[in-house]
């Protein structure tokens, strides 16, 4: 099956500093979503890119659609301890659009110290 | 208040012994969805459902069951769970634009 290559796979930053983390796959995406998992929930929607070039923002949160449609990029900027989780890419299965079948990366462990 | 639900949130059994996992969802979302997470390896899909009646294999089927008699609820069905099993199980509502997921399962299978 596809294969979504996260990296890093931890981060550990100081509060105030921004982050970067991006996804790479072996095949075409037409898709691309963030998601954002804290301790002991099942993970959350960031932001979902659906056009190639794409650049999209919700807060202090942006995340790009590369325009390979083979990579996707998340920063944040200016974190806060509240960031504190693990971030997970995710796209549909076989360069669809079928929300149903997805694969996610591997995540990112993201840990903001004070 | 929209969301998916979960039971039980935590399960010991032991190797063998059959057991079923919950998952219902109030949204008359049509698709639904079960994944286990382990360390390193990110969420993977077992199996998918696009209706009632109609489901899938995700990318790890082997070991698991699935059934979708009714929209709002898809049952995760270990038949012969072995350690192997042991994860962390969530569901997972779908609608166009997004995946609902339930607070997950614990399950340890000794």
């Known amino acids: 099956g596809q294969q979504l290559n996260q990296s890093p796979q931890s981060m550990f930053i100081q509060e105030g500093e921004d982050v970067s983390m991006n996804c790479t796959s072996s095949?075409?995406?037409?898709?691309w979503l963030w998601y954002k998992q804290e301790p002991g929930e099942g993970p959350v929607l960031l932001i979902a890119?659906?056009?190639?070039?794409e650049l999209t923002s919700n807060g202090r949160l942006t995340a790009q659609f590369g325009i390979t449609r083979k990579d996707s990029f998340l920063n944040i900027s200016a974190s806060i301890p509240s960031d504190v989780g693990i971030y997970f890419c995710?796209?549909?299965?076989?360069?669809?659009?079928?929300?149903?079948?997805?694969?996610f990366g591997q995540g990112t462990i993201l840990t903001v110290h004070p | 208040e929209a969301q998916v639900t979960q039971n039980p949130r935590y399960l010991i059994t032991v190797t063998g012994k059959k057991l079923t996992v919950t998952c219902s969802q109030n949204?008359?979302?049509?698709?639904m969805s079960w994944y286990r997470q382990d360390p390193g390896l990110g969420l993977r899909q077992i199996y998918y459902?696009?209706?009632?009646?109609?489901?899938d294999k995700g990318d790890v089927p082997e070991g698991y069951k699935v059934s979708r008699k009714e929209k709002r609820n898809f049952p995760l069905i270990l038949e012969s769970p072995s350690p192997n099993q042991t994860s962390l199980y969530f569901c997972?509502?779908?609608?166009?634009?997004?995946?609902?997921f339930g607070p997950g399962t614990r399950l340890t299978v000794l």
């Open positions: 995710a796209g549909p299965n076989a360069g669809g659009t079928s929300y149903g079948k997805l694969t």
């Open positions: 095949s075409i995406f037409n898709t």
């Open positions: 890119l659906y056009k190639a070039g």
């Open positions: 949204m008359n979302h049509e698709y």
């Open positions: 459902s696009m209706n009632v009646e109609v489901t």
């Open positions: 997972a509502s779908v609608t166009s634009g997004e995946q609902f």
